[in-house]
Nanobody, 122 residues
Framework: QVQLVESGGGLVQAGGSLRLSCAAS????????VGWFRQAPGKEREFVGR????????YYADSVKGRFTISRDNAKNTGYLQMNSLKPGDTAVYYC???????????????WGQGTQVTVSS
């Protein structure tokens, strides 16, 4: 069955960096775009960014543009979210997901990971 497993979350001070990984199995990873979303307590899940199948094109939410970088390694079936200049407002559970289409919507994604907590202290 399809599995997406996120790792790399944790507690970091404002201004710091974290790198999240999303390891995929049970699917042909290179056939899917990879998206990253986040959900803070009491808020809806929101789009962070995505990378298309080959890794050559990315798209980001305005709130993270210039600070976050999404990449992927199809040989390792893994996607990445590099987060720099973190702010307390970035605190959330971060999810990776895969889609056969390019989408910014939660409903546009076919499979989801379990999420990893990122906490940014001030």
């Amino acid at each position: 069955q399809v599995q997406l497993v996120e790792s790399g979350g944790g507690l970091v001070q404002a201004g710091g960096s974290l790198r999240l990984s999303c390891a995929a199995s049970g699917l042909t990873f290179s056939n899917y775009a990879v998206g990253w979303f986040r959900q803070a307590p009491g808020k809806e899940r929101e789009f962070v960014g995505r990378v298309e199948r080959s890794g050559s094109s990315t798209y980001y939410a305005d709130s993270v543009k210039g600070r976050f970088t999404i990449s992927r390694d199809n040989a390792k079936n893994t996607g990445y979210l590099q987060m720099n200049s973190l702010k307390p407002g970035d605190t959330a559970v971060y999810y990776c997901a895969v889609s056969r289409v390019l989408s910014t919507a939660v409903r546009g994604y076919d499979y989801w990971g379990q999420g990893t907590q990122v906490t940014v202290s001030s």
